[in-house]
């Protein structure tokens, strides 16, 4: 895949907003554990970066996803893993499934408005015991009349604390389990909602996370996106890109925590040289260099596959694999280079290593990924 100008223009932008309006304010959002999202995703909705590859009839800008993996790639700018998670919670997992799938009044309500950034969305799929598990999940919707009443609970919702909606994923059925759910738009002020507490993460700091509760929560019918039952399917499919954007997510911060480590082990001299001089370290770093480009050639096959109409789920799912690993492996590398400064939370490369311990685990844990990998191999034993 190759970036036109226009792609390019879009990074620049990006890079110029995030520089002023994002890094500056990091530490301090670190402290408070939140950002302010809905002042902050308004002002990214303004330039039209919240519906990117949304259609146009909802307010999105309708451009195919390569622009949205621009935009993604362009936000790793930010010097934390924290808020490009929350906006890509924004953009590419509680709403593709709304904007592929939802009716054009249901688009209206809840897409549109988070596209113009006035609404802040997450995605309720994890719960205290179904985590990567989906199938088990056990929150209910039951019909009564023309509504769904909800009864259980969300764990680890990234926007949590803040969001307007959920895109929440129950049981609508008891029949098979990938077949007994549906998704549906739960606005998070209706009566019922509690939001339990806001969690304390090892990294990701910036970013409120929280345990919901949901107790006879009475929404419409009409709020249930797509077909009853399909929402499994649907919560798939939008799984693609959640993982696409984790992994592309991590591109330029791991470059910058290998610069970071440049800079910093040319100046730091050891036994009367600089660290850097040394051939194990400076192999090092161009070994990982090296392991970054691979991982961009194989996110942007999987989006140009994306683009094209194919499935993309065995390259985002190896994508999504190798992302995490290698974010383990760079900073964990860039950190030991640091010496002793490597371990104070002063040094930038701490909150990245914090943070992006998060990608092996949030949207499909390793293991997940290493089953869906085997299943396109064909070398997935069955479980009858």
């Known amino acids: 895949m190759i970036y036109t100008e226009q792609h390019r223009e879009l990074q620049r932008s990006v890079k110029r907003f995030v520089e002023a309006e994002i890094n500056p ?3 301090e959002w670190e402290e408070q554990g939140a950002f302010p999202a809905h002042d902050l995703f308004r002002r990214m909705g303004e330039h039209g970066w919240l519906g990117i590859h949304k259609p146009e009839s909802a307010g999105g800008l309708g451009l ?13 700018e930010v010097r934390a893993g924290s808020i490009p998670m929350a906006v890509g919670v924004q953009t590419s997992m509680a709403t593709p499934a709304l904007a592929a799938n939802g009716s054009e009044e249901l688009q209206r309500e809840f897409l549109r408005p988070s596209i113009a950034g006035e609404y802040v969305s997450c995605i309720g799929v994890s719960e205290p015991g179904a985590g990567s598990d989906v199938a088990s999940l056990r929150t209910t919707a039951r019909r009564d009349g023309d509504d769904y009443v909800i009864n259980g609970s969300k764990m680890w919702i990234t926007n949590g604390t803040q969001a307007d909606w959920m ?10 389990a990938h077949k007994s759910k549906s998704l549906i738009c739960v606005p998070l002020k209706s009566k019922g909602v509690t939001v339990a507490r806001k969690l304390d993460k090892l990294g990701m700091r910036s970013s409120d996370t929280a345990l919901l509760y949901f107790e006879d929560v009475r929404v419409p019918q009409r709020y249930r996106i797509g077909d009853e039952n399909l929402g499994f399917i649907y919560q798939m499919q939008q799984f693609q890109e959640e993982r696409i954007w984790g992994a592309a997510s991590v591109l330029r911060s791991l470059e910058t ?11 730091r001299k050891v036994f009367g040289q600089p660290v850097l001089n040394n051939q194990t370290i400076h ?3 161009a070994e990982l260099q090296t392991e970054i480009e691979l991982l961009r050639s ?17 390259l985002a799912s190896m994508a999504k694999l190798k992302a995490g690993r290698l974010a383990r492996e760079v900073v964990d590398s860039c950190l030991q280079y640091y010496g002793g400064m490597g371990f104070m939370n002063e040094t930038p490369i ?10 092996s685990i949030g949207g499909g844990a390793d293991e997940v990924m290493l089953g869906i990998i085997s299943k396109y191999m064909g070398i997935l034993p069955s479980r009858g």
């Open 64 to 76: 195919d996803y390569s622009y949205e993996l621009a935009f993604c790639e362009a936000m790793g």
């Open 283 to 285: 192999f090092r770093l």
């Open 25 to 27: 304010h990091l530490d």
């Open 257 to 267: 925590a290998i610069a970071d480590t440049i800079e910093y082990t040319r100046e």
């Open 298 to 314: 194989l996110v942007y096959r999987a989006v140009e596959q994306y683009v094209t109409g194919e499935d993309m789920t065995r």
């Open 167 to 176: 895109c929440m994923l129950a049981n609508t059925g008891d029949g098979p």
């Open 350 to 359: 701490t909150r990245l290593y914090r943070d992006l311990r998060l990608v």
